[in-house]
């Protein structure tokens, strides 16, 4: 996702500058999300082997999608401090040899899309969206979105872009299928739609560039990763849809962002709080195998709260210059 959407990580000051918060912006002091107090509580999910066949349509009919089993309905991005999604979202996911598929259902009563060409700003309808970490270090990870019609959008970001990015935009997951089943009529403003679900089908040799020892996962192994979904509001006129407008501006409304596992600010691009996909050599539905945690990934968080610290710490030259010249006032003051 590019710079400026969903990259927007705000710094906390700290609590004992008080004269360097007197003098910030209301607006700097609301909103601001405190990173390093954030709960680390990333969803999990066990992710087992496709038994036959699967044929990416959008519909879900093979037997091995029928024994997958949902993740947890999407929350808002910020978490369950914010309103609940209007929608319901959810997904699942399977493996084979060849390919990592995921599938996800969104409730939608107004399907549209307007996107039909690849590595389109796809977030600009409505869309569904997957990150893949892969060996979980935060760098060189995979973004994917998809609207109603099927269209892909398709990227590598060498390093979140908090710490700069870029994104390759020209990166491409040579091989990859989608399916899109709408439940209901695409683009038809005036009825009520169901909604639509979108079915993915990524080649490990494309997915493994990036991947420890550049190998598709084996079993046990987890890889990070997570979902999101944006939803704009939308009016009908003159017979199609249109982005709901901010009262009296020619702006259209923020849209909404559900995700899988909250992120706990308005930023997909935090690696370190997606959630994890533990890949089973079970195939769906033979039996059920529990989640294995990893005690280092509590280490790894430690860590990620320090370096959440170290970035507030590299604003002390500009609070520092605050604070001397309060100080500084104060002791003309007194003098």
Same mark, same amino acid.
């Given at each position: 996702?590019i710079? %400026? ?6 710094r906390r ?12 912006p209301?607006?700097?002091? /609301?909103? !601001? ?10 969803c999990? &999910?066990?992710? &087992? ?11 879900l009919?093979?037997?091995a ?11 808002d ?5 914010? +309103? ?5 979202? =959810? ?22 899309? !307007?996107? !039909? ?11 569904f ?31 979140? &872009?908090?710490?700069g ?6 990166w491409d997951i ?13 683009? =038809? ?5 169901e909604?639509? !679900? ?6 490990w040799?494309?997915? =493994? *560039? ?6 598709? +996962?084996? +079993?046990? #192994?987890?890889? /990070? ?5 944006? *939803? ?7 017979g /199609? ?9 020619? #702006?259209p ?6 995700v ?14 997606w959630?994890?996909v533990?890949?089973? %050599?079970?195939p769906? %539905?033979?039996?059920?195998d ?23 710490? =590299?604003?002390?030259p ?14 003309v003051?007194? %003098?």
């Amino acid at each position: 996702m590019i710079a %400026g959407r969903k990259a927007r990580v705000s710094r906390r000051w700290p609590a004992m500058l008080l004269c360097a918060i007197a003098l910030s912006p209301p607006s700097a002091q /609301r909103a !601001t999300p405190d990173l390093e107090a954030l709960p680390f509580a990333p969803c999990r &999910y066990v992710s &087992y082997r496709a038994s036959s066949p699967i044929s990416v349509d959008g519909k879900l009919g093979e037997p091995a999608w029928a024994a997958a089993a949902w993740s947890e309905a999407f929350i808002d991005i910020e978490g369950d401090s914010r +309103p609940q999604p209007r929608f319901r979202t =959810r997904a699942k996911m399977l493996w084979d040899d060849e390919y990592f598929y995921v599938a996800a259902e969104m409730e939608e009563p107004d399907v549209w899309g !307007t996107l !039909t060409e690849r590595d389109s700003v796809i977030f600009r309808d409505n869309d569904f969206e997957l990150f893949i970490d892969s060996d979980g270090d935060t760098h060189e990870y995979y973004e994917l979105e998809v609207n109603a019609l099927g269209t892909p959008w398709d990227l590598m970001l060498i390093k979140p &872009y908090r710490d700069g990015g870029p994104a390759i935009h020209a990166w491409d997951i040579a091989g990859l299928r989608v399916g899109v089943d709408i439940r209901g009529t695409l683009n =038809r403003p005036g009825d009520r739609d169901e909604g639509w !679900t979108v079915e993915i089908a990524m080649p490990w040799k494309i997915l =493994r *560039e990036a991947a420890p020892d550049h190998k598709a +996962p084996k +079993p046990g #192994d987890r890889w /990070r990763i997570n979902f999101s979904r944006v *939803e704009w509001e939308v009016d009908q006129e003159q017979g /199609r849809y249109t982005k709901r407008l901010k009262p009296g501006t020619k #702006d259209p409304l923020p849209e909404n962002n559900w995700v899988w596992s909250p992120q706990g600010a308005i930023d997909m691009h935090m690696p370190e709080r997606w959630g994890y996909v533990q890949f089973s %050599g079970t195939p769906a %539905g033979s039996r059920v195998d529990p989640f294995v945690e990893d005690s280092n990934e509590r280490v790894k968080w430690a860590l990620r709260r320090l370096y959440y610290r170290q970035r507030r710490f =590299r604003a002390a030259p500009r609070m520092a210059s605050t604070a001397s010249s309060c100080t500084l006032i104060k002791t003309v003051e007194s %003098g």
